[in-house]
């Protein structure tokens, strides 16, 4: 199963910008999405996540206060609403699934789509 990621963009500082991540038709509902960004040079990190109720979220604290992570059951995708976007938030976004528990470590995840970049120009 690929994931559908999208919305990435060229913004300047202070802008906006939302990303989707879909699955395709008839898959089943995913117990956890979480969205992963990956800037040159550097690891890939958690971003932000949010569990099957869309309730419960998590945020690395670069971002809390910034962004926010939504989802639509029923379509099962999910959103990352960027707001007040800084120079070092430039990066390729992935959003990434799972049928279990999810947690910030990349290597729970099953479920991935294409990275979309984000950059944010000074």
């Known amino acids: 199963v690929q994931l559908q990621a999208c919305g990435g963009g060229l913004v300047q500082v202070g802008g906006s910008l939302r990303l989707s991540c879909a699955a395709p038709e008839r898959t089943a509902r995913f117990n956890i999405y979480t969205w992963f960004r990956q800037a040159p040079g550097k690891e890939r990190e958690f971003v932000a996540s949010?569990?099957?109720?869309?309730?419960?979220?998590d945020y690395a604290d670069s971002v809390k206060g910034r962004f926010t992570i939504s989802r639509d059951g029923a379509k099962n995708t999910a959103f990352l609403q960027m707001n007040s976007l800084k120079p070092e938030d430039t990066a390729d976004y992935y959003c990434a699934a799972t049928y279990t528990s999810g947690g910030r470590d990349r290597r729970n995840y099953g479920y991935w789509g294409r990275g979309t970049l984000v950059t944010v120009s000074s």
């Open positions: 949010i569990d099957r109720s869309g309730v419960s979220t």
